[in-house]
């Protein structure tokens, strides 16, 4: 199973305006960077908790459909399945009919329940394609937990820019600990 990215955040989960309120910052020469660091945090947090935080287009493809009838999906929090295609033979993609599949939106373990009968893929590697809306919502639907994360994170890096020592742990224990309620381990 390989998630894809189709189409990123369209905004972040903190504003310019209240990382640079965090950092004490009232002026505009360091927006570039604190901006960099704000995409730069979201990622840790993302990566550090399996979730993604704003609502995001990924694709998720998978060789064959399960035996069990059931798919668990990787991402998480999913909101929704925006579409199911199966590839044939020549690689042209057709919509799977959405009365065929559902989604248990559990927001830790989402998976596709399978109806039957599903057509098999005529692409033996990556043969369906599973189009999902992932992430909390916008900014005011992400815990608060992760934003504060975040604005550690953040705050960490800016006063470490190289100039001394070097940082040594990735991610604070403080940080650990405001994530570790939500961290989530990935599926095999």
């Known amino acids: ?4 990215l189709i189409s990123g955040p369209a905004v972040e989960p903190l504003s310019l305006a209240e990382a640079k309120s965090w950092l004490k910052l009232d002026i505009s020469d360091e927006d570039q960077v604190v901006q960099s660091l704000i995409v730069a945090a979201r990622l840790a947090v993302e990566a550090a908790t399996n979730r993604l935080l704003i609502t ?11 035996m069990e009838r ?10 929704s399945v925006v579409r199911v295609r199966i590839l044939d033979a020549n690689g042209v993609g057709v919509d799977a009919p959405s009365n065929l599949y559902s989604l248990d939106g559990n927001l830790d373990r989402a998976r596709l329940v399978l109806g039957s009968p599903l057509p098999n893929p005529g692409q033996p590697v990556s043969g369906v394609w599973i189009d999902l809306t992932v992430g909390y919502g916008d900014a005011s639907a992400v815990p608060e937990a992760f934003r ?3 604005r550690q994170l953040i705050a960490r890096w800016f006063g470490d820019r190289g100039d001394g020592e070097a940082v040594s742990a ?8 405001l994530l570790a309620p939500y961290r989530l381990r990935r599926l095999a």
């Open 1 to 4: 199973m390989m998630p894809l």
């Open 56 to 66: 995001q287009q990924w694709r998720v493809m998978i060789d064959a459909w399960p």
């Open 70 to 79: 059931i798919l668990p999906l990787p991402l998480a929090p999913v909101r």
């Open 148 to 150: 504060l994360a975040m």
């Open 170 to 177: 990735p991610m604070p224990g403080s940080v650990l600990a």
